[in-house]
């Protein structure tokens, strides 16, 4: 079982990135973004449900951020526009077998290798 992220970089304040994170060996009934700044705690982003496409989002990144997945070939997009300096973090791609969405990182037994975003001002 793998995921793997890819998509970040630098970006100017008020850009956009998009990231994506490729499941391999199952299928997850959620998948979703942790976002880990340094010296921060990971901080939940994003989660979708593939059965039905339910989606949650941070308080942080709500109305900037944006969430999709491919269920025919396990492939989750994070369209992430209006970034701000404080988005700067490792994001992880994550994924869970039950279909119950969760907040915290520790009901996410999969977890991907991070990529780093950096927002510049």
């Known amino acids: 079982v793998q995921l793997q992220a890819s998509g970040g970089g630098l970006v100017q304040a008020g850009g956009s990135l998009r990231l994506a994170c490729s499941a391999s060996?199952?299928?997850?009934?959620?998948m979703g973004w942790f976002r880990r700044a340094p010296g921060k705690a990971r901080e939940f982003v994003t989660a979708?449900?593939?059965?039905?496409?339910?989606?949650y989002y941070g308080d942080s990144v709500k109305g900037r951020f944006a969430t999709s997945i491919n269920n025919a070939n396990g492939t989750m997009w994070l369209q992430m526009n209006s970034l701000k300096p404080d988005d700067t973090a490792v994001y992880y791609c994550?994924?869970?077998?039950?279909?119950?969405?969760?907040?915290?990182?520790?009901?996410?037994?999969?977890w991907g290798q991070g990529t780093q975003v950096t927002v510049s001002s």
């Open positions: 979708i449900r593939g059965s039905d496409l339910t989606t």
């Open positions: 994550v994924g869970r077998s039950s279909p119950v969405i969760h907040f915290t990182w520790q009901q996410y037994n999969y």
């Open positions: 060996g199952r299928t997850f009934g959620v």
